[in-house]
């Protein structure tokens, strides 16, 4: 008789041939409907799974991230046997859980996207048949008898068999596809999904491959959840930033200039330089120096950093004089060489150094995606150089520096994570455990929640990552804090310590939009291009009701000019609904019309990009209220 001990810590002895649902029928009903799966021990299983030894149990709920990534992958087979169905032709290949869905890719397939409707029909069929779903161990000569006439799957039995066997599938009523597991108990679990779009992939993500169709969907456990993700999926795509950057007219990437170089318009550019000012600004009063350092160095300086073993193949390349060059991906190595200009003496640590470095990453083209993805990046770097006993409090002001920045931008729901040492690094295990451990006690001090994200700090030390919510509840990585001592070794810096004798700095790297192409991506899809007032390119258009009080409009821009305001004048002869309406359109936040009456009482008709009518009001206390929403930032 099987021990279970459950997670509270309680423990029962059950019968033999005990499964993981029997295990969940005893606890409650609606407890065993609402599982798909359960952890046995440290293994993940199918319910049906026979409970033959002692081991602790968690049983994974539908709604459970875990839980979901295994009802997608149902969901994903779900979809394999609506299209083989329809399609007999086709070759199913791999169908794998991703975030917010599954896909699966499919040789000898076409489809259009009418063609959808079609198999999200087939599989509800399949749903309602609520066929059970059968756990299969095959030997090496079973799975190739199965799969034989499909080379993917073939591919895979060579790649995965021990020899012998060793191999699993699952079978769906007449459908069996080569999988490890673990699934839902049936079919009849899979019933809240969509299929979102239609793409091409290659086999293993290699070009040199078989041209596959990849088929994606979303699934989740229950249809008011997907109805509430269906609706975000809308509101994403209205927000998209590449059609509001083209419709707002704010930048472009072209084949010809390359793919992922963004140009920024004039719209465009006031946003850029706006972020960068209000950067400027705060970091002068946090005692910041800004320096501006070169786009290329020695191939030698990346050497010496340590990106030429770590990065490379990330970097681009280039030769003077047969000396070969690195374009740099990070400002770090410019950084510590302006350190290491003077002899530094521990009166003037914290040394801090901020910079709008441009830098250049080598991505893949496939990867590039508007402003959330490129190639030539405009990072808002900076580098505090200070005492080890200093670490912990300058990194609680740089973490308040990130809420405060966030915070103006309207993001309030801000997740951190804590990423260790990741397989690939440099630096001994003394200087990452302290490095890991001045940044758990800065967070601890603030008292911010935080989860860990084990492997995945940086080459040279370990981060804090800052994931900021949008206005529909997605998460965008932008800034990081990292804790480094190994760079200071290699670039030999060293502060002289009150009695003479010479130490080695910490060196703390740090960035709080992350890329200012990206953050700009992310602010246009959280505002819908509807951009607070300081950072719309045209805060303020002045409508004239007709031609005879076009002088008058253009005193009124003068004048709101003058309050160092961004106005414009739309003086074309369309009537004046139409042009108010086109001022919304293009989301300008206050538009103000003036005919007979303004000009005679000296004022101007106010109104707002979401036709609140404000009335007249005096043109200087319209600047004046402007003027200080600007000032304050409001948003």
């Excluded at 993700?229 to 509101?235: G, I, P, R, S, V």
């Excluded at 290329?296 to 990065?311: E, N, P, Q, T």
Aim: aromatic share 8%.
């Amino acid at each position: 008789m099987p021990k279970i001990t459950f997670p509270d810590g309680n423990f029962k002895d059950f019968p033999d041939g005990t499964t993981a649902m029997d295990v969940a029928m005893s606890i409650s009903e609606g407890l065993a409907r609402s599982c798909v799966a359960a952890r046995c021990g440290d293994e993940l299983v199918d319910l049906s799974r026979v409970i033959a030894d002692d081991c602790s149990i968690d049983l994974i709920k539908g709604d459970s991230a875990e839980g979901l990534d295994i009802l997608r992958h149902s969901a994903a087979h779900l979809l394999a046997h609506a299209v083989t169905n329809l399609y007999p032709g086709a070759k199913p290949t791999i169908g794998p859980a991703v975030e917010n869905g599954f896909y699966y890719d499919f040789d000898g397939l076409s489809l259009g996207a009418d063609d959808l409707k079609k198999v999200e029909e087939e599989m509800k069929r399949l749903s309602k048949e609520d066929l059970p779903i059968q756990r299969v161990t095959l030997s090496r000569k079973e799975a190739e008898d199965m799969f034989g006439s499909n080379d993917f799957k073939m591919e895979l039995i060579d790649e995965h068999s021990d020899g012998e066997g060793g191999l699993t599938a699952y079978r769906q009523g007449d459908f069996v596809d080569l999988c490890r597991g673990p699934h839902v108990p049936s079919t009849g679990k899979v019933k809240a999904f969509r299929l979102t779009k239609l793409g091409g992939s290659y086999w293993r993500g290699d070009a040199s491959n078989a041209s596959l169709t990849r088929v994606y969907g979303t699934a989740f456990a229950d249809k008011k959840a997907l109805k509430q993700h269906l609706h975000m999926l809308e509101e994403a795509e209205k927000r998209d930033h590449r059609k509001l950057g083209r419709d707002m007219d704010l930048f472009s990437v072209w084949e010809e200039t390359g793919p992922g170089l963004p140009l920024f318009h004039p719209k465009g550019t006031v946003i850029f330089n706006e972020l960068r000012n209000y950067w400027e600004e705060l970091h002068l009063r946090e005692g910041y120096d800004l320096v501006n350092t070169p786009h290329v160095y020695k191939v030698d300086l990346w050497k010496r950093s340590g990106h030429w073993d770590h990065y490379k193949e990330n970097m681009f390349l280039t030769e003077k004089e047969k000396v070969p060059y690195g374009v740099k991906p990070m400002n770090c190595p410019g950084h510590l060489h302006i350190y290491k200009a003077h002899t530094r003496s521990y009166r003037e640590l914290p040394i801090k150094y901020g910079e709008m470095g441009v830098v250049y990453r080598n991505e893949l083209s496939g990867t590039l995606a508007g402003l959330l993805r490129v190639i030539k990046i405009t990072q808002d770097d900076a580098h505090v150089f200070c005492t080890e006993k200093q670490i912990v409090e300058e990194v609680r002001k740089i973490i308040r520096l990130d809420f405060e920045i966030y915070g103006t931008m309207g993001f309030d729901e801000v997740h951190i994570e804590l990423s260790t040492r990741p397989e690939k690094s440099m630096g001994t295990d003394e200087m990452w455990e302290k490095a890991t451990s001045s940044l758990e006690n800065a967070l601890d001090d603030e008292g911010i929640d935080y989860t860990i994200n084990p492997g995945d700090g940086a080459f040279y030390g370990p981060k804090i990552d800052f994931h900021i919510k949008d206005a529909i509840g997605r998460t965008w990585q932008c800034g990081t804090i990292q804790v480094d001592f190994s760079m200071p070794e290699k670039f030999d810096l060293t502060y002289v310590e009150s009695d003479g004798t010479e130490r080695r700095p910490t060196m703390i790297h740090r960035t709080i939009y992350g890329s200012l192409e990206r953050f700009i991506g992310v602010l246009t899809e959280n505002y819908a291009g509807k951009f607070p007032l300081w950072l719309s390119p045209e805060q303020v258009r002045v409508i004239p009701v007709s031609e005879k009080f076009e002088d008058y409009a253009r005193e009124v821009k003068g004048r709101i000019v003058e309050g160092r305001v961004r106005v414009t004048m739309d003086d074309r002869s369309e009537s004046v609904s139409k042009k108010v309406r086109m001022a919304q359109m293009d989301k300008v936040p206050y538009i103000l019309v003036v005919g007979e009456q303004e000009m005679k009482n000296g004022t101007v008709n106010v109104r707002t990009r979401d036709n609140v009518v404000h009335g007249e009001s005096a043109v200087e206390d319209f600047v004046q209220r402007v003027r200080s929403e600007i000032d304050e930032r409001v948003r």
